[in-house]
């Protein structure tokens, strides 16, 4: 298989144990409001950027759901919590100093805004590392949709077909299918389902065999 050119990152899930964060607090949110919420409708909203988050929910719950309310206590719990402490994923800082050594430019595509996706990765010492950034906010259509992928190869001018995306999420891999990309998924708190799968995409425990998979397409020893 030929070599890549650049490495499209997911943000939350993928390079920050974040999601488990962001799940606890929307559940603990929904209690907050008088609401105790089946797991499968927090795990539905992994990968998504917030306005297909609040069709999502509203999809399952009706339009009278307060989702506005809630998130908004959400992202209070999830902020204070982030500013104890951002945790990266084991295996990310020897990937992104290897592809720093080879000179492989890196890109960041989060269904996350771009204010806090910003102050995320400031705060875990990473924001430096990448090239360029592409936000939830900064696309009109959100993952799985190919747009945000597909904007982040602009940035740093490399062709779609020589990009490789990293994903935890079933969303985030089939943008990264439709946009033409090859993608390793990392899966995080929910399970690839069946029809990803199919894809047959590497899928990997953990970044060090992400890593490891692309030394191998670049033709370098493992």
Known sequence: ?????????????????TERIALACWDQAARIHGYQLDPAIGLGMV???????VRWVKSVLGEDFPMEEINVTSRELYHAELDRDTPLKPGLLPLLQWLEQQQIPRVVATSTRHEWAQ??????NILD????????????????HPEIF??????IHVEPAACVVLEDSDPGVRGAHAAGMRVIQVPDVKAP????????HPVYPSLQQAHAQLQAW?????
């Open 119 to 124: 102050k995320k990765l400031r705060k875990a």
């Open 129 to 144: 590392c990448f090239q360029g950034m592409v936000c939830g906010d900064q696309v009109s259509q959100g993952k799985p």
């Open 193 to 200: 389902s069946a029809e990803v799968l199919a894809f047959g």
């Open 150 to 155: 597909l904007t982040a190869a602009s940035r």
């Open 218 to 222: 670049q033709g370098l020893p493992r």
């Open 47 to 53: 990968g998504l950027n917030t306005r297909d988050c």
């Open 1 to 17: 298989m030929s070599q890549f050119q650049a490495v499209i990152f997911d943000m939350d899930g993928l390079m920050l144990d």
